[in-house]
């Protein structure tokens, strides 16, 4: 089986840099992806990390490393329509096929 | 232009009734999902097409039956609904099987009563 763990909810101000932690357990794993949702949207996704290191997309930064089953993701500059929720998801592979495995997703509430 | 589209937007109903929700992707992608997102906004893979083709059935009961008519399209029927299906269904696509990036419909909220 897999699992990830993500904190349930995060806060913090605008203007602020906030972290979001991913630890996950699986096999046939190939990455890790990011995916952004407002309340009443769909899933938008984020980033990808394949490989371990820090890749950076304007405001936000993911992180993997792969030995240590732990990623990140890291908002900087906050702003209030940053406040979301936000999941990681593995991508594995399972009985012959690849697919994607979401956690259970962080509220991040930003406030003025 | 809408990547991806469902229809409905929200879909309210008796319990044991039958029902279907309609997905269809203008992206010329080849693979398309259905997940389930429930009341704690969980998130979970149901079923996976890879060019009409089902790849990915995450045992589901068979109540839900997955039709792909074509690579821009896939459908969902529900038998004998039950106050446990209740959940956001959402569609997605993928360029491949299981890529990281894939591209979600606004969803199908669905309430049984």
């Known amino acids: 089986g897999q699992s990830l763990e993500q904190p349930s909810e995060v806060t913090a101000v605008e203007g602020a840099i906030v972290q979001i932690n991913c630890t996950y357990q699986t096999s046939g794993f190939y990455g890790l992806s990011w995916y952004q949702q407002h309340d009443g949207g769909a899933p938008t996704f984020l980033s990808y990390n394949a490989l371990d290191g820090l890749e950076e997309t304007g405001r936000f930064s993911s992180f993997l490393s792969r030995s240590d089953s732990y990623g990140y993701l890291l908002l900087q500059e906050l702003q209030m329509k940053d406040s979301a929720s936000y999941f990681c998801a593995v991508k594995m592979r399972d009985t012959g096929f690849q697919k994607l495995v979401f956690g259970t997703g962080t509220r991040l509430l930003v406030s003025p | 232009d809408t990547a991806v589209s469902q229809t409905p937007k929200y879909l309210v109903t008796q319990m044991g009734n039958d029902k279907s929700i309609k997905c269809e992707q203008n992206l010329g992608h080849d693979t398309m999902y259905w997940y389930k997102q429930d009341s704690k906004k969980f998130l979970k893979i149901m079923f996976s097409?890879?060019?009409?083709?089902?790849?990915i059935n995450e045992t589901v009961p068979n109540r839900f039956s997955p039709k792909s008519p074509d690579k821009a399209h896939l459908n969902l029927h529900i038998n004998s609904l039950e106050l446990g299906d209740s959940a956001v269904y959402f569609c997605?696509?993928?360029?491949?099987?299981?890529?990281?990036?894939?591209?979600f419909g606004p969803g199908t909220r669905l309430t049984v009563l």
């Open positions: 997605a696509s993928s360029q491949g099987e299981g890529e990281a990036e894939q591209f």
């Open positions: 097409y890879n060019n009409k083709e089902l790849i």
